[in-house]
Structures are given as C-alpha cells and as structure tokens.
C-alpha cells in the first residue's frame, strides 16, 4: 500500500513540474523542488517521505521554500509544514503564500533566514562586507559605573515603598464575556491583537501559520510559517476561544474562509 502511496506522491509533485533530486545530502528519502511561481531565487522543496532504496513512502511529507543566495546556498525561509498525499497540493499553495511574509534585507532585497545562532539575517549575508569597514572606523569607547558603599547604605536605608494593590479580579468576572470561532485543520490564519471586543492591530500581512489540529475542547495547533514581526510564541494564540476581558492579548483571524467570532451564551 505505501508503494501505492508513493506512486501518488509522485505523480502529483510532476504533474505540479516538480523535479526530483538525484540525491539527498541529509537523509534517505526523494526531494523534489521547483521555481516559486512568482518570487525571484525561491524554490519550493518538497521532501516527500518516499524511501530511495525500497520506494516505499512514510505518512509525512515535508513542505519548505528556501532562497538560493549569491553562492548557490539554500537558506530555509519558512518553518517546514507537513502534509498527507491528500493535502499535499493545498499546502504547496499555502508555502507559496507564506513568501510575501517573509522579511527582506533593506540593503539587498535579499530573503532573510533564521540562522544557527537564533538570528534572522540576510541570506546573501551582505552586512559582512560593510559591518568590517565599520568596525575599522569606529572609535572604542569604554565606560565605567562606580558604586560606593555609601550609595548602597543609603539604598537600604530609604527603600521605595510599594503603594498596596487592590485586587479587582475577582470584581465583575460573572459579566466577561466569552467568543468562540469554527477554526479547523488546513485553516490558512493571521492573528489580530485586541482588548476586549476592541480591535487593537490585524496582523495580516506580518504572520501567517497553516492549523494543523483542533482539538475537541478547542486547543490549536498551528505551524506559524512567517513571524515578520518576531512576536513571541507564547503570545501566539492556542485555542479557538478567547474571553473579553480588560488585558491586550491575541486571537486568531482566519484567512481561507470568512469566519465570524460568535458570542457563547
């Protein structure tokens, strides 16, 4: 049945001009890449889960674009989403779509990657030809703080107090209201921050993430593919649920269908 499968796998990646690796540097399984239909030096690559040496295929198949910079290196551009042969062509479309949210190099037009060290840089790394002849031409300067034992004293002696904090959680609870949203797998989604019912920011354009599950009581589990504006994953949103109260958060906005929050009774 998985050669069956396999089969599959590949007559959809040729159908869709995908040309297939001789080899694979990183593992045993076939990739398959191609051009992005629209943006310049990316390639979609597909690794799709099929064995090179018995041809069978495994259930996962891996979808990742990467930009090809002026050494012929790929640098991977977004996070690598995976698919079943009968999702396959439909998160190929979502890959491609995530491109346009990828950030660009203001110097080289370049795509830019997260590198080993957690830093997203230039995939061309251009800034190396210019952050030398600036540090040549910087001047060092060093500065020094000196605390004094009397300082310390005087820090310990008048202590800032801490004006007493009412607590008002508890005021009003009953009266939160609470918003539920259809979210399902394969749902195309941005995020929208807001405050109560108000929306603060819709970050469409800046985050984009493909849902891969929802659980029955609502949890989420999404791959976000671009994060053009570095928001911290535990700020992204994991439920399909949220409650108006008074503190800025986040809430999911669905971009592959119109889907409305809906008040729970």
């Not at 002849?133 to 310990?156: E, H, L, M, N």
């Amino acid at each position: 049945m998985s050669k069956v499968i396999a089969k599959q796998i590949d007559h959809i990646l040729r159908g869709d001009k995908f040309l297939r690796h001789k080899k694979n540097a990183k593992g045993s399984t076939a990739i398959y890449s191609r051009n992005h239909p629209t943006a310049k030096f990316v390639r979609v690559v597909v690794d799709s889960g099929i064995d090179l040496t018995s041809g069978k295929a495994s259930n996962q198949i891996g979808i990742k674009l990467v930009y090809i910079n002026r050494q012929k290196g790929w640098r991977v551009i977004t996070t690598e989403i995976f698919a079943t042969a009968k999702k396959l062509a439909s998160t190929i479309k979502a890959q491609e779509a995530a491109e346009k949210f990828v950030k660009s190099c203001k110097f080289c037009k370049a795509k830019k990657f997260k590198a080993k060290t957690g830093n997203t840089v230039c995939a061309n790394a251009c800034w190396t030809a210019w952050a030398g002849k600036k540090k040549a031409g910087a001047k060092k300067k060093k500065s020094s703080q000196k605390v004094t034992a009397s300082t310390v004293k005087k820090a310990a002696k008048n202590p800032r107090r801490k004006a007493p904090r009412k607590s008002s959680q508890k005021k009003g609870q009953k009266n939160l209201q609470r918003f539920t949203q259809e979210i399902l797998p394969g749902d195309l989604v941005t995020i929208e921050k807001h405050e109560g019912t108000k929306l603060l920011q819709d970050l469409t354009g800046s985050i984009l993430g493909i849902v891969q599950h929802v659980s029955k009581l609502g949890s989420v589990k999404t791959v976000w593919t671009a994060n053009s504006v570095d928001l911290p994953e535990w700020l992204l949103p994991t439920h399909n649920a949220y409650v108006a109260d008074s503190i800025p958060s986040y809430r999911f906005k669905v971009l592959s269908r119109t889907v409305e929050w809906v008040k729970v009774a």
